[in-house]
């Protein structure tokens, strides 16, 4: 089992709409939770971190995580053809300096 | 704040030849420093973990003795390609942790191709 796993996508979405991204963890001792975006020929860039329980909003971007289910999801709304990129989740396991990444999922606004 | 930038962007260089990668963080200090690779529609791939004024701990399957890492000031990692080869032609990526968190802030990356 991958310590990270995302919905694969790719994921088609017309502009104006809300983006649903998913990411399933296996460590359950992790506390650290990450959302990174990489533009295309481009490095990851930081979009949000949680660390608690449920929602935390920044602009368009709401990251939720429930700790129980080891799931933690981003939410885009208003998606804007800017949004297109690949969004990668990423977990600082237990114990752990590292961080494990999801293999990332590609979203496409449609204009 | 928390800008980390990579020297230089692009390299293209002969098969044989040496290539070093400078990563730097620019307004803090980065106990850690974390080097990746990136093929083309792959993930991120870590080769290794530095820390400041001790030896990189390299991930499986990675060769230490090709990809020589530095971490001589707490702003400063290098990432040295020894006798590049065209199968490390790729996107090497590093990042950057501040000391007081678990936040990796990435630099924008150095194209390598080996001719």
């Known amino acids: 089992q991958k310590e990270v796993e995302q919905n694969s996508g790719p994921l088609s979405v017309p502009e104006g709409a809300i983006a649903s991204l998913n990411c399933t963890y296996s460590d359950r001792g992790s506390q650290s939770f990450f959302w990174y975006r990489q533009y295309s020929g481009k490095s990851p860039e930081l979009i949000m971190s949680i660390y608690s329980n449920g929602d935390k909003e920044d602009g368009r971007f709401t990251a939720q995580l429930n700790k129980a289910s080891q799931y933690v999801s981003l939410l885009i709304r208003d998606s804007q053809p800017s949004d297109s990129a690949t969004y990668l989740c990423a977990v600082n396991p237990a114990n752990d300096y590292k961080l494990s990444f999801g293999a990332g999922t590609t979203v496409t606004v449609r204009a | 704040g928390a800008v980390v930038s990579q020297h230089p962007s692009w390299v293209i260089c002969k098969s044989g030849t040496s290539v070093k990668i400078e990563c730097r963080s620019l307004?803090?200090?980065?106990?850690?420093m974390f080097w990746y690779r990136q093929f083309p529609k792959q993930s991120l791939m870590l080769m290794a973990t530095?820390?400041?004024?001790?030896?990189?701990?390299?991930e499986q399957g990675v060769e230490k003795d090709k990809f020589l890492i530095n971490h001589a000031s707490l702003t400063l990692s290098t990432l040295t390609v020894t006798s590049a080869h065209p199968e490390d032609s790729s996107f090497y990526i590093c990042s950057a942790r501040i000391h007081t968190g678990e936040t990796q802030y990435f630099g924008p990356g150095t194209r390598l191709l080996v001719l």
């Open positions: 530095s820390n400041e004024g001790s030896k990189a701990t390299y």
């Open positions: 307004d803090f200090q980065a106990t850690t």
